[in-house]
């Protein structure tokens, strides 16, 4: 595991772009596993300011995001589709046909978590995951004591999960209840996984996660077992690792 001490937030979005620009550069080809929430919105900027410039081509990349909310449709100003094409999607030469979310129009969870693991098997995997973390160690949408062998399900969000989304809902009753989500598996199957964390309010969760004990409470701490993980946060989300 690589860490990645970033100045500020800022700095954290260049660094983070800086990696999945290289890999994109390094296999043009390469199939993208990106994730939503509001600390990877300054890396899809730095990405989308480099692509004005010329520097970055997107148009043989593939995506895979890693979730997306039951019950909403693509149109809703509040799905991750939506989030993903707001941020980068339109804003890059990438094939719309390329790239691939979870649908939460499907009412049943068996088939659509069964169509999301075939489109992933049939891309041959990802090259690099991006992920965010949530406050209590959640990745993807994968709560605490979710098993790690799982892959794409469909998971009841958390109280603590539904109040941290609620910022962006009329009301916390407007907030999905459910959503799909790449499983544990899937994500520990990446060839190379990216972790962005910003803010003092998660350096609790930053040291429990990366240097305490590897549990099914914590779901990031498998990430430990990886064998590429980079992370990349700023100094106040690393201001309670003494280790480093």
Same mark, same amino acid.
């Given at each position: $595991? &690589?860490?990645?001490?970033?100045?500020?937030?800022?700095?954290?979005?260049?660094?983070?772009?800086?990696?999945?620009?290289? %890999?994109?550069? $390094? &296999? *043009?080809?390469?199939?993208?596993?990106?994730?939503?929430?509001?600390t990877p919105i300054g890396t899809y900027k730095q990405l989308v300011e480099w692509y004005e410039k010329g520097d970055l081509d997107f148009s043989e990349v593939t995506t895979v995001n890693l979730d997306e909310y039951k019950g909403l449709p693509r149109e809703n100003d509040q799905s991750y589709y939506y989030f993903m094409n707001d941020n980068l999607f339109s804003k890059v030469n990438i094939n719309k046909n390329q790239t691939y979310l979870p649908d939460g129009m499907i009412e049943d969870s068996e088939q659509a978590c069964r169509e999301y693991n075939a489109v992933i098997h049939s891309l041959g995997g990802v090259d690099l995951q991006l992920l965010g973390l949530g406050h209590n160690g959640h990745i993807g949408f994968n709560e605490p004591g979710i098993a790690f062998?799982?892959?794409?399900?469909?998971?009841?969000? !958390?109280?603590?999960?539904i109040k941290?989304?609620?910022?962006?809902?009329?009301?916390?009753?407007?907030? *999905?209840? %459910?959503a799909y989500t790449m499983?544990?598996?899937t994500i520990m !199957?990446?060839?190379?996984i990216l972790l962005v964390v910003s803010g003092e309010d998660k350096a609790d969760i930053v040291k429990e996660a990366f240097f305490g004990p590897v549990t099914p409470q914590v779901p990031a701490s498998i990430l430990q077992l990886h064998n590429h993980v980079t992370i990349v946060a700023d100094e106040a989300a690393l201001s309670k690792c003494e280790e480093l």
């Open positions: $595991m &690589k860490i990645i001490k970033a100045k500020d937030y800022n700095d954290l979005s260049r660094k983070a772009a800086n990696i999945i620009s290289a %890999q994109i550069i $390094m &296999k *043009p080809n390469c199939v993208l596993g990106l994730a939503t929430g509001s062998e799982t892959e794409t399900h469909c998971v009841t969000l !958390s109280e603590r999960t941290a989304n609620m910022r962006f809902f009329v009301s916390e009753a407007d907030v *999905p209840r %459910q499983g544990i598996k !199957s990446a060839h190379h």
